[in-house]
């Protein structure tokens, strides 16, 4: 059975910066409460989730020494689509140019996990290379007058190529979870805002992550000792702290772009992943941990060792 390798990676984010002192204009907040409750110190917005998805799918093919018609299909993880319908990934497969198939995820901040993990079982039954992407245009669903909202949104897209290769591939195991019951801590209905229970996801969020990462971990026959760098969804610095922590992942170990992007949703893991993977963070034969919690709630684990 054919495993997975990732062989390109490339983000996109639109060109507009909104620092926390540009909120505090129209909000009631400081940018010491946002450092000091999020990490978040900057944000990207007006986005468009399609043409940042095609921006990063782009890169992420050159990146990979690629053509777009190298590619067999393209998987978009988005919970804000241009349109109801068609499928964004349908868009952002033409905008590119790649002959194959394409269709979209939506497990809201997890599903780039949930992504990646498809497209390694699209591998194992014969696919060729498969173009994940995770784009969320949160700012278009986040009302602006409200602060417990707007401070912690963004705009942004990153996007990986993934190979088949014969083997088990850098994929060791994956974990996904969802709780359908949780649907009213973090929503937004056709038309209207994004509204969140921040306390009680903030609570919840900790607990799986944590659950959900010890699971890949032991699937995979590792322990948190073994892991090179934790790549966390981006939703507030603290969460990925109390999960560090209870994990027993040093923070240095951590890949951390929250700062710079807010919560990106889909587009967050491979911002981080990106960002790492730039600054040279990772080295063949690395351990990675991918986790991701949000709307649904819905959360994934995956275990790599890279280009293993
Ligand atoms: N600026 C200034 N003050 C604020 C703001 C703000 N933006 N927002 C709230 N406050 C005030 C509150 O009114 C409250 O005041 P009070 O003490 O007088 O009542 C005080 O600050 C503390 O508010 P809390 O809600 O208790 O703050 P908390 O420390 O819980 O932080 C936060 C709030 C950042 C939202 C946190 O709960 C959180 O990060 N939750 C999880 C977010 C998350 O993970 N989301 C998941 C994915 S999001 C998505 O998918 C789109």
Redesign the pocket.
Known sequence: MAGITVVGSGISVPDKVVTNDD?TAT????DA??TE??GIKERHVGGITSQMAIEAGRRAIEDAGLVPSDIDVVLLST?TPDALVPGTSATVQAGIGVPGGAFDVNA??SGFVYGLVVAAGLAAIGSGRVLVVGA?A?SRITDWDD???????GDGAGAVVVEPVDGPGDLLSWNFGADGTLRHL?MCDHGGY?F?D??E??RK?VRVVVESAERALSDAGLSAADIDLLVP?Q??L??IQAACQRLGIPEERTAVVIDRYG?T?SASIPLALDDALRNERVSPGDHLLLTG???GMTWASAVLRWRG
């Not at 602060?147 to 949104?153: E, I």
């Open positions: 909120l909000l009631d907040t400081s409460w946002i409750r999020t919970t809201a901040c969320d949160l602060r417990t909202m707007a401070v912690l949104v973090l994004l969140m921040g306390k996801v903030f969020a969804h939703a507030n603290r969460i919560n949703s919690f949000g709307g």
